[in-house]
Structure formats: C-alpha cells, structure tokens
C-alpha cells in the first residue's frame, strides 16, 4: 500500500486503524448482541408457548377420553374380536408383495422384469410417502 | 428558399441531439455491458428478476442520458419569452429575477422519466418494500424451530466489517467503505438501502456487483464450503426441526421488531418493513394484502428498483478504477461473510458434538434461497440421503434480518 493511496481519502494510517476497528468492533458486539437477544426471547416464549399448547392439549385428551370410557361402559355387548392378520416374518403381507409387483411392472412393462427376492432398504429416519416428497422438492438443485 | 433553410435547420437540430454526437467512448461501452447483462439474464437465467430491468436501465440512460436529468430551472429574458409565446405578460405565472437590469422568466424544465422512479432508491422508499414483500413471501419456521440458527446469521454478516478495513485502505471514505462491505451481506436491497444513503454516487458499481454475487452464489460458495470443513462433517444428518405452532409464528414478527426498533432505530425501515410482510402473511386474516405485498407490488417495485439502479451507471461513473477496486473487494466481502459462517458452523458443531452440520452456515450470508439450496447441494453430495434444505433455511433467513442489523449498524456509526 503506498503513501499516496492511504492519504487519498484524507487521513493518516493511525486514523484509518481507529475508524476500521471501531466499526469492526461495533458492528461484532452489535450485530451479535441483537441477534443473540432474539435467540434468548425466541427460546423463551417458543417454550411457553409449546408448555401451554401441550397443556390444553392433555387436558382435551383427557376429556376425550374420560368420554369415550364412559360410552364403553354405557355398551354392555362385547364387540367382536378384531380379525387378524398374521404378518409374516420378513414384514412383507402379500398385499405388499402385489403392490410392488405392479409397480416394477407398471415401470418396465408387463412381462419385462421378473421379482426374485424383496428386501426392505435401510430406512432414514423418514416414512417412504416423506421421502419421495423430499426428492420430488429438492430434485433440480 | 424558407422552406429549405427550415427544412436544413431541422435536420441539423436533429442530428446535434442525436445520441451519434453527443455520446462519449464511455457510453458505448457500458451499452456492451448492459448487453452482457442481457445475455446473463436471459441465457444463464442469473437474478433475471432484477438484472433484466438493470441491464435495460443502464442501456437506456447510455443512450439517452437525459432520461435521468434532473429538473431545472432556466432563465428565460421576459421580453423573449413574450415574443414566442402568445400570452399577456399577466398572465404568465414564472417567478421572475432581474440581472443587469433585464427581467427573466425562471421557467422550470421537468427531469426525466427515470429521474423521478429514481426517488424511490434516493429516498430509500423501494428497498424497504421490498422487505415487505420478503417478509410475505418468508417462512421464518426453521428459524423459530432452530433459534441458535443467528449464530449463523451474524457470523455470515463478519465479512462486511472485515471489507470496510480492506476498503478504508483502498483509498475510500468511510462512507464508501461501509457501502462496499455491505455487499458482504449478499442482499441486494440492502445494500442499495445503505449506498443510497452513505455513496449515493457509488450505487451503480455496488448494485451491479451485489447482485452478480447474489447469482454467482452457486459457482463462488461451494469451493469455501469445500475447503473449510472435513468429509465427515459435510455428511452430518441433522435431527429433524420441531414443528412450529401458528401462535409462535405469529408472535415472532412483533418480537424481533419490537427488539430491534428499540435497540437500532436504523434498522427499523428495513426490519420493519420485513417483520410487517411476515405478520401479514402469518396472522392469516388479511390474505389479500398478503398477496398484493408478495405479488403485485412486489414486482412492480422490482421494476421501478432496477430500472433506475441500472440508470445510474453511466459511462463516465461506472468506467473507473473504482469500479474495479469494488468488484474485487464485494467478492471479498462475500467470501468472507461465506467463510465466517461455515467456521462458526463447524464450531456448533463441535460444541453440539457432531450435531449441527457445518455447510448450513454458508446460508447465513442471505441470498434466500439460493444460499440454503447450496448447502442442500453441497451436502447431498457426500451423502445422497441427507435433506439440509430446511436446515440451512434458519440461517438463511436469519442473515436477511443479520444483514439489515449490520446495514442499521454502519448508518448509525458512520457519518453520513
């Protein structure tokens, strides 16, 4: 940096140190404080808020239920038992297996592809419909 | 022979104003600029929104610079004027002033069509309407759901103040300087918001720069992203945000306003102006102003904001070394606000123990959303499976109101 750039503004290098950091300094303390203020306030009534929400909430649940027990005990005939369906072991009913049957062929065409085993992907943390509207939202980045 | 001569005389007159004379080199050369601009717009589809009616502003004002002269008053000898004009000297409503013994007519001339759009950036009324439209348009969910996202928010705005260093000692005023750091901030309406009011002569240069930045973000981001953080800290899964309650959202615009307005009354148009678009959209009970704040008059101040921003750079002001210093120190500032941000994100994520993915820090700089989609992108490299969109959208839209603290800031300490 030469002379001649540093006194075209009008003023000596000690003075443009002092400007440049009181403004550096400034805008740090400033703009964090603001921000930091606005992360305490959010925090705080974010929890209030979800504190009294969650507390109506329980008390609606209990009414409901307190409700629904006493329509129970209203019905003196047992409701017939539910029919069940025994899963099998690896998860998939056949129900499933068709689904995805005619998906692979409804994919490549009837006839084009053969299913020899189906196995369930590592799952991430999401429901498969979750998933597919992700990459559906995200695709052209 | 009348005819001819008043036929000559028209020609010439013609020809004098014409911009083949009146035009310098300069002039011509940011005519290929704004063709430049044209083609980013249209072919790259870089900020269209905002570069096309740019890039047309400049064009027209190099072609016709009077479309942005300022209104004057001319001097008019009374005895001439009555001579051309039929009226009684009664009748005529001109103030008058009398030099050397003659009587003047002050006739006032109107400025040019752009001059009076122009008003609205001088007077700092389009940028603040358009954080209205922001703020309609913006989700602050991921913000509320994730508040430490400010961290990120502020630490992006680092870069702006480090700018303003590197700028002083360029050989500008501190007014120029804080003008350029601001681009630092990657938003635009901030950045013509505080240049309008600290250099208004350098709005052209930092508006043009700010918003090439702004499109540039997918191609300068993603090797500092890169370089600053570790395979393994790139392919961090983020647990998934708490949803957010409606009352929270509706609380939030009237929170961060009442906060800021308190504490940095210069940062209240802008703030203001964001958090009134958000409560708009939030409270859901005036839908129709919603929409006409994100849509219509959204739009049409687009227009008018990057028309008259284009039209003030002329040849003459924009072909300097200056320009080219401001160039180079807005992509410092940028790379810098970048940097800042992904270290402070590597730093909650170590304080978090591996919790918090650093790349979601670049999106604290603003650019919403192209800033956030980055570090979507960018993550998704690493592991295919891995969704920072939400995520990086906290400090996204915590650097929009960061950038309009750091703005509040530099107006409030520099003297202007």
Known sequence: MDLKTIMAAGLSVSEKFNISFTVILTGFVVVFTVLILLILIIAAYGKIVSSAQNKSKAKKEAKAAAEKAAKATEKSAPAPAPVQKVAPSNGLTDEIVAVIAAAVDSTYGVGNAKIKSIKKSPSSGRPAWGQVGVIDNTRPF | ?416
Not at chain 2, 231 to 259: D, G, N, T, W
Not at chain 2, 266 to 279: F, K, Q, R, Y
Not at chain 2, 361 to 384: D, F, H, L, Y
Not at chain 2, 386 to 394: R, T, V, W
Request: proline content about 6%; some cysteine.
């Open chain 2, 1 to 416: 022979m009348g005819i001819i001569d008043g036929f000559l005389e028209g020609i010439i007159g013609l020809v004098e104003s014409s911009g083949f004379v009146s035009l310098g080199w300069q002039n011509y050369v940011m005519v290929a600029v704004s063709f430049v601009l044209f083609y980013l717009a249209i072919a790259k589809e870089y900020e269209p929104l905002i570069l096309l009616p740019l890039a047309f502003g400049m064009l027209l004002v190099n072609l016709c610079p009077s479309i942005m002269g300022a209104p004057s008053t001319e001097f008019v000898l009374q005895s001439e004027y009555l001579k051309t004009h039929d009226v009684a000297t009664q009748s005529v409503q001109y103030a008058t002033t009398v030099m050397n013994g003659e009587v003047y007519y002050n006739v006032p001339t109107y400025g040019g069509l752009l001059y009076y759009l122009y008003q609205g950036v001088k007077m700092g009324i389009y940028p603040p309407l358009i954080f209205l439209g922001i703020g309609a348009m913006t989700d602050f969910g991921p913000l509320i759901a994730n508040p430490k996202s400010f961290i990120l928010g502020a630490a992006a705005q680092l870069g702006i103040f480090f700018t303003f260093f590197g700028a002083i000692f360029l050989g500008f005023t501190q007014a120029q300087a804080g003008s350029i750091g601001i681009i630092g901030g990657a938003d635009g309406p901030t950045a013509i918001f505080v240049t309008s009011k600290l250099a208004p002569d350098l709005l052209g240069p930092i508006a043009v720069a700010a918003y090439s930045y702004m499109a540039l973000v997918p191609i300068i981001q993603p090797p500092i992203m890169k370089a600053l953080t570790t395979k393994k800290e790139r392919a961090i899964k983020m647990s998934q945000l708490r949803p957010v309650s409606k009352l929270e959202k509706i609380i939030f615009p009237i929170v961060v306003i009442v906060l800021v307005a308190l504490l940095l009354p210069d940062a209240a148009p802008l703030v203001g102006m964001l958090m009134l678009g958000n409560l708009m959209k939030e409270s859901g009970v005036v839908d129709r102003i919603a929409k006409t704040a994100q849509n219509e008059l959204m739009n049409i101040v687009t227009i008018f904001l990057g028309v008259t921003v284009g039209a003030t750079a002329t040849g003459t002001v924009f072909l300097q070394l200056n320009t080219l210093k401001i160039i180079l120190l807005g992509l410092i500032a940028f790379c810098l606000g970048t940097a800042a941000g992904v270290l402070f994100g590597k730093l909650m994520c170590v304080l978090t123990k591996g919790k918090v993915n650093p790349l979601i820090g670049s999106a604290g700089v603003s650019a919403v959303p192209m800033a956030a989609r980055v570090s979507q992108k960018v993550g998704q490299q690493e592991n295919p499976t891995n969704y920072l969109l939400m995520h990086a959208m906290g400090p996204n839209v915590a650097g929009v109101i960061g950038s309009a603290v750091a703005a509040g800031v530099l107006l409030s300490v520099i003297p202007h």
